[in-house]
């Protein structure tokens, strides 16, 4: 059973008074929080979706760390998880917004990561095909080109649902392209399919693809599962720092998961990402937001993201797999306890 968050943030420290002493000591070593981002914005603005937007755009962690003195360092990347892995590497990030495939390959590949909370659970994912191709099943794609970001939660999700179809990546040409590349490769027929965002249905709406399906219409398989990590040597060194950091974003969580304010969250996700309201409410319409941000690493959530590692290694998009119980930051595991 999950304790309360004052619990959880309360094992992160010593005692109270030595807690605070060891706080205000790191606080005065620390100067900066880098965190690295997938850019998942279709225009000049910055936007990771999701929690990201919401921190950002209420300036809530900049504001709980301003009377020590540590500013924020907000860092996107295009290249997404595959770049933000290698940043990681060399040291260049403290904390990471990530789908659950990139997150899982840099543990699996000896990144130091630890696991700090879900970001998102059970997020939609679309096929989209040329008009007319008469693609309507993931078996009609079987010797076709499809466009995904391999290396991201995107690659994970056409597997995982390729699987529950009894198919895998073998059973059609893969594309590597990011998310932008191949929704212009779509629109300029130069693939036949690809498997991404609801950015998919802007296309749809131009006569340039067909939405067949979403992972919805598969019963939820190869819907994606993002999560918060951080860099071992960041979280063991600051913990008082992880856990403030980590009150403070439940603050951008309790909003982002109040359904009255599912309007103002597509409004505000439009503006970062440049994508029509229309397009995301039409892909929010069936999905609350307090079903898909919640923060907790509940076993339900953990359960899922196990899921994801043993498909991973099964597809070999990684080396060696392990347990997810390991891999969550040991405060909040004994928390679970």
């Given at each position: 059973m999950?304790?309360?968050f004052k619990r959880v943030i309360s094992l992160f420290a010593a005692p109270a008074l030595a807690g605070l002493l060891a706080f205000t000591a790191n606080a005065a070593e620390l100067k900066e929080i880098r965190i690295a981002v997938p850019d998942v914005s279709l225009g000049t603005q910055h936007s990771g979706g999701g929690v990201v937007d919401v921190l950002r755009t209420q300036e809530i962690f900049e504001k709980a760390f301003a009377?020590?003195?540590?500013?924020?360092?907000?860092?996107?990347?295009?290249?997404?998880?595959?770049?933000?892995n290698e940043a990681f590497a060399n040291g260049q990030v403290d904390l990471a917004y990530l789908g659950d495939l990139a997150a899982i390959i840099g543990k699996s590949n000896g990144l130091d990561t630890r696991l700090l909370s879900a970001t998102a659970r059970g997020?939609?994912?679309?096929?989209?095909?040329?008009?007319?191709?008469?693609?309507?099943?993931?078996?009609?794609?079987?010797?076709?080109n499809v466009a995904i970001f391999r290396g991201t939660a995107i690659q994970l999700s056409f597997d995982a649902a390729l699987a529950s179809q009894g198919l895998s990546e073998k059973d059609v040409k893969v594309i590597n392209l990011d998310m932008n590349s191949a929704v212009a490769a779509l629109a300029a027929k130069q693939i036949d399919a690809t498997w991404g965002l609801a950015g998919l249905s802007v296309l749809q709406a131009k006569g340039l693809a067909e939405i067949p399906l979403t992972t919805k219409d598969l019963g939820g398989a190869g819907s994606v599962q993002s999560v918060l990590v951080g860099a071992g040597k960041f979280v063991d060194e600051h913990?008082?720092?992880?856990?403030k950091l980590l009150k403070a974003q439940q603050q951008a969580v309790d909003w982002l998961t109040q359904d009255s304010n599912k309007e103002a969250y597509i409004q505000l996700a439009s503006q970062l990402g440049s994508s029509p309201v229309g397009i995301l409410t039409q892909d929010l319409n069936d999905q609350k937001l307090s079903e898909l941000f919640p923060s907790t690493l509940d076993p339900v959530f953990l359960g899922k993201l196990q899921d994801s590692v043993d498909l991973a290694s099964q597809q070999k998009l990684i080396r060696k797999p392990f347990k997810v119980s390991e891999w969550v930051a040991p405060p909040l595991a004994a928390a679970k306890l």
């Amino acid at each position: 059973m999950s304790l309360p968050f004052k619990r959880v943030i309360s094992l992160f420290a010593a005692p109270a008074l030595a807690g605070l002493l060891a706080f205000t000591a790191n606080a005065a070593e620390l100067k900066e929080i880098r965190i690295a981002v997938p850019d998942v914005s279709l225009g000049t603005q910055h936007s990771g979706g999701g929690v990201v937007d919401v921190l950002r755009t209420q300036e809530i962690f900049e504001k709980a760390f301003a009377d020590q003195g540590i500013t924020i360092q907000w860092n996107f990347f295009k290249g997404a998880g595959p770049v933000i892995n290698e940043a990681f590497a060399n040291g260049q990030v403290d904390l990471a917004y990530l789908g659950d495939l990139a997150a899982i390959i840099g543990k699996s590949n000896g990144l130091d990561t630890r696991l700090l909370s879900a970001t998102a659970r059970g997020f939609k994912l679309y096929l989209g095909v040329l008009p007319g191709s008469g693609i309507k099943t993931l078996h009609d794609l079987k010797g076709k080109n499809v466009a995904i970001f391999r290396g991201t939660a995107i690659q994970l999700s056409f597997d995982a649902a390729l699987a529950s179809q009894g198919l895998s990546e073998k059973d059609v040409k893969v594309i590597n392209l990011d998310m932008n590349s191949a929704v212009a490769a779509l629109a300029a027929k130069q693939i036949d399919a690809t498997w991404g965002l609801a950015g998919l249905s802007v296309l749809q709406a131009k006569g340039l693809a067909e939405i067949p399906l979403t992972t919805k219409d598969l019963g939820g398989a190869g819907s994606v599962q993002s999560v918060l990590v951080g860099a071992g040597k960041f979280v063991d060194e600051h913990p008082e720092v992880v856990a403030k950091l980590l009150k403070a974003q439940q603050q951008a969580v309790d909003w982002l998961t109040q359904d009255s304010n599912k309007e103002a969250y597509i409004q505000l996700a439009s503006q970062l990402g440049s994508s029509p309201v229309g397009i995301l409410t039409q892909d929010l319409n069936d999905q609350k937001l307090s079903e898909l941000f919640p923060s907790t690493l509940d076993p339900v959530f953990l359960g899922k993201l196990q899921d994801s590692v043993d498909l991973a290694s099964q597809q070999k998009l990684i080396r060696k797999p392990f347990k997810v119980s390991e891999w969550v930051a040991p405060p909040l595991a004994a928390a679970k306890l």
